[in-house]
């Protein structure tokens, strides 16, 4: 990565003594644009429950603690006023834990840049360092891939979601929290 300017300065120098043909070749052979079309990705809550609980509730870029995200909008549905969520996660009306502790699934090597949306590709990671990340590699970014977490030393309070579902029921008519439940109880077994 680090050479690359170099690329940038030796086409430059082509078009500079009138060779514009062979700059096109120095960044078509040297550093070359891939275009990928971005088809969306649009995770199931069991899939993104089975890529949290492989990777330990770990955000595997900065290996801090995530927190699986019905208990995050319990606490907002128990506390809207000292635990608010805003359903478009406005900054200014979102408590930042959403952005801080909540895991997503990111892309090692994003799609955009030749990855593959498989799960051999995926990790968990919060909310801001998703966004942080981007479409960048790891390398350009200077982070490293840290190693899953162990489910038996943190699960994320996966067990403490469904252990207070199955107490307090009525938590489920939200369907959210619903929707999370089934995807908790369709990957537990693996985990007890």
């Known amino acids: 990565m680090s050479n ?6 030796e086409a430059c120098c082509e078009i500079s003594n009138g060779n514009l043909e062979n700059a096109k070749n120095v960044i078509n052979v040297k550093y070359r644009f891939e275009f990928f079309k971005n088809k969306g990705r649009n995770y199931t809550n069991s899939q993104k429950t089975k890529i949290f609980l492989r990777d330990g509730f770990i955000d595997r870029y900065s290996g801090e603690k995530l927190i699986y995200p019905p208990v995050l909008r319990i606490l907002s549905f128990l506390m ?16 930042i834990a959403y952005w801080q502790l909540y895991p997503t699934i990111d892309h090692i090597i994003p799609v955009s840049r030749g990855g593959k949306d498989h799960e051999s590709n995926w ?22 891939l840290n190693k899953p977490g162990n489910i ?3 699960d994320g309070m996966f067990f403490w979601f469904l252990n207070y579902s199955e107490q307090h029921p ?7 929290i619903l929707s999370w439940h089934k995807a908790a109880r369709r990957e537990q077994e693996k985990y007890t």
């Open 4 to 9: 690359k300017y170099k690329i940038i300065e």
């Open 80 to 95: 809207p006023t000292e635990f608010p969520f805003h359903k478009n996660w406005k900054t200014s009306e979102c408590h």
């Open 123 to 144: 990790v968990s990671t919060s909310q801001l360092r998703n966004s942080s990340k981007s479409n960048w590699l790891l390398e350009e970014l200077g982070w490293e």
């Open 152 to 154: 038996n030393e943190w």
């Open 170 to 176: 009525d938590i489920l008519d939200d369907n959210y």
